[in-house]
């Protein structure tokens, strides 16, 4: 198979192509030109082709890995997800996931802080702060650090502003009810409902 042409890519940065004399298209990164030896009217052996193949679908899969990173940050094991959407075996997967995390695109602590600042800013309390850590993979082992980002004052403040945009003075008991499921299913405990209940006026009786 002989190269008919390699030139630079005009849309990414570092990558090359190489076009084949079946008029396939190989995109491949420096790393690929350098290590095959790569020029325009090169013949490449069959065994020489499959492994450029091969790393060539490997450098795609890196190159597509880092743009969705840059794009939108991701848990190890939603990246995992994607990159079998891609076509990746388990031991690219594994091995495109640690090159991520050691070019630091790939960062769970930090995007588990994350997760946690943009929920709790929209109102929403610890349990279903969790259900969310969990839902984007996130490792369990991060979730106590990342949580105690929230101050109990910052969840006290959103509890009560919650109730008086709800409530906008009621204290009709249905009112307050209604209120109230609606606090414990953006994740709130009772014991943060019932203290912001007396904060608004509200008698709570344990049971």
């Given at each position: 198979?002989?190269?008919e042409?390699?030139k630079p890519?005009r849309?990414?940065e570092?990558?090359?192509?190489?076009v084949?004399?079946?008029?396939?298209?190989?995109?491949?990164?420096?790393?690929?030109v350098?290590?095959f030896?790569?020029y325009?009217?090169?013949e490449?052996?069959e065994e020489?082709?499959?492994r450029?193949?091969d790393?060539a679908?490997?450098?795609g899969?890196?190159?597509?890995?880092i743009e969705l990173l840059?794009?939108?940050?991701?848990s190890?094991?939603?990246?995992?997800?994607?990159?079998?959407?891609?076509?990746?075996?388990d031991?690219?997967?594994?091995?495109?996931c640690?090159?991520?995390?050691?070019?630091?695109?790939?960062n769970e602590p930090e995007?588990?802080?994350?997760i946690?600042r943009?929920y709790?800013a929209?109102g929403?309390?610890?349990?279903k702060?969790r259900?969310?850590?969990?839902?984007?993979?996130?490792?369990?082992?991060?979730?106590?650090?990342?949580l105690?980002?929230?101050?109990?004052?910052d969840n006290a403040?959103a509890?009560?502003?919650?109730?008086?945009k709800k409530?906008?003075?009621?204290?009709?008991?249905?009112?307050v009810?209604?209120?109230?499921?609606?606090?414990?299913?953006?994740?709130?405990?009772w014991p943060?409902?019932s203290?912001?209940?007396?904060?608004?006026?509200?008698?709570?009786?344990e049971?």
């Amino acid at each position: 198979m002989v190269i008919e042409e390699l030139k630079p890519s005009r849309h990414v940065e570092g990558r090359w192509l190489a076009v084949l004399e079946d008029g396939s298209i190989l995109r491949v990164g420096e790393g690929e030109v350098v290590e095959f030896a790569l020029y325009a009217g090169k013949e490449l052996s069959e065994e020489e082709t499959e492994r450029l193949q091969d790393a060539a679908h490997r450098s795609g899969l890196k190159s597509k890995a880092i743009e969705l990173l840059m794009r939108k940050p991701q848990s190890r094991k939603e990246l995992g997800r994607k990159l079998r959407e891609w076509e990746a075996t388990d031991e690219e997967i594994e091995a495109i996931c640690d090159r991520m995390e050691e070019l630091g695109y790939l960062n769970e602590p930090e995007y588990a802080g994350r997760i946690v600042r943009h929920y709790a800013a929209k109102g929403f309390g610890e349990r279903k702060i969790r259900d969310e850590l969990y839902r984007r993979g996130v490792p369990r082992e991060l979730w106590n650090e990342a949580l105690s980002q929230i101050e109990e004052e910052d969840n006290a403040a959103a509890i009560d502003t919650f109730l008086e945009k709800k409530l906008k003075g009621s204290h009709d008991p249905k009112d307050v009810k209604r209120a109230s499921d609606a606090l414990a299913r953006r994740g709130y405990r009772w014991p943060e409902i019932s203290d912001a209940l007396r904060r608004y006026g509200m008698e709570v009786w344990e049971d």
